[in-house]
């Protein structure tokens, strides 16, 4: 197979992050076979959804708190608790990938990687890295994941290598023989999947041609992150959530999405507390239910920027002489808050990159 991980379309995975956020992945994040490869997962793409449910909706605790909460293209996937360990603040301010090419150096060539980058985050050269750097260049890491994604999955869906990715190919690509012969999969019916894709595929082409260039794919795999895409993020959320079709949530389908009860087991301490945030903040108007704009303000705050945050935990941790910006002395002093390093014979795994 190509690419780096297999998904199966809009089967999503919610999972527990810092507080309540948490990335919700995008459809098209799967890797596509050729040839005879393809039919091969063809054949067992069954099995494999039906896998992929139990693990989604079997293998959960109960205890365990879900989030629909979107932000701007996740810093990280970890939780940030420093008491722990700095891996959120690695991946912050490196990206994932890079970040693991980190954990794999030396104290001494992390630290040298490091000056590099800090030379680069200095834009106005006078020696310093401010907060406004730091946090531009967390925010050139976040729009590095989104361009990588793409790339990373743009040469598996234009199969005819024309520079687009139409509708058609994307779904021949993900969905196979099954539009035409749809008791091929008789095990599951993907036919409400492929109608949600294409849904989200026509709001991401602005220009209605049913070609999508790299931003209009950027846009279907990141909804999230567009702010012609918001309604489609708040349509799919409202479609998972609100089980009596009423086109709202309330109370017990906003719980229920989060939290699913076990018989004889006790309830979670943050079941209630949600409870109190849906009936003081979620619900504004007091009707006992989220309608769209109330959904888009739960799952789309704007009212908080996780690239500025992190880049004032950042300075706080590292400045020294508490004079607002950062020297080269001071970040390198502070490396393992930064980058990371593992005290290893790196030899092989060592990541080389151009930029070193």
């Not at 050729?34 to 205890?63: A, E």
């Not at 629909?68 to 996937?77: C, G, N, Q, T, Y």
């Not at 080269?328 to 930064?338: A, G, H, R, T």
Request: proline content about 3%.
């Amino acid at each position: 197979m190509r690419g780096e991980k297999s998904e199966f379309f809009n089967v999503k995975v919610l999972g527990r992050k810092s507080n309540k956020h948490t990335q919700r992945e995008s459809p098209g994040e799967a890797s596509r076979c050729t040839s005879s490869g393809t039919q091969i997962f063809r054949m067992i793409r069954p099995l494999l959804m039906c896998f992929v449910l139990c693990v989604v909706y079997g293998n959960s605790k109960p205890t365990e708190k879900k989030s629909r909460v979107h932000e701007d293209e996740p810093l990280s996937s970890l939780e940030h608790n420093d008491k722990k360990n700095y891996d959120y603040d690695h991946q912050a301010f490196l990206g994932e990938d890079q970040a693991k090419a980190f954990d794999q150096l030396s104290p001494e060539e992390s630290r040298r990687r490091l000056g590099v980058i800090v030379d680069k985050m200095d834009d106005n050269k006078d020696g310093f890295v401010c907060e406004d750097e730091l946090k531009d260049w967390i925010r050139r890491a976040q729009k590095k994941h989104v361009y990588d994604s793409v790339e990373r999955q743009w040469r598996d869906f234009d199969v005819n290598d024309d520079g687009v990715i139409s509708w058609e190919e994307y779904k021949n690509v993900t969905y196979g023989r099954y539009p035409e012969d749809p008791q091929v999969d008789s095990e599951f019916d993907y036919s409400h999947l492929m109608l949600r894709d294409e849904r989200r595929f026509r709001a991401a082409d602005r220009n209605g041609d049913l070609n999508a260039d790299k931003h209009e794919f950027a846009a279907f795999l990141h909804p999230e992150d567009q702010e012609h895409m918001k309604d489609i993020v708040v349509q799919e959320t409202m479609e998972d959530i609100d089980k009596n079709r009423d086109g709202f949530i309330d109370l017990k389908e906003y719980i229920g999405d989060m939290h699913t009860s076990e018989t004889g087991e006790e309830e979670p301490e943050w079941v209630e507390s949600e409870r109190q945030q849906f009936s003081e903040f979620r619900d504004k108007n007091k009707d006992g239910k989220m309608d769209k704009e109330e959904t888009l303000d739960w799952i789309l705050p704007s009212d908080y920027d996780h690239a500025e945050a992190e880049a004032k935990h950042l300075l706080q941790e590292s400045d020294a002489d508490q004079d607002r910006k950062l020297s080269k002395s001071e970040i390198l002093s502070k490396y393992d808050l930064f980058v990371g390093s593992q005290v290893t014979n790196f030899g092989e795994a060592l990541l080389q990159h151009d930029e070193f």
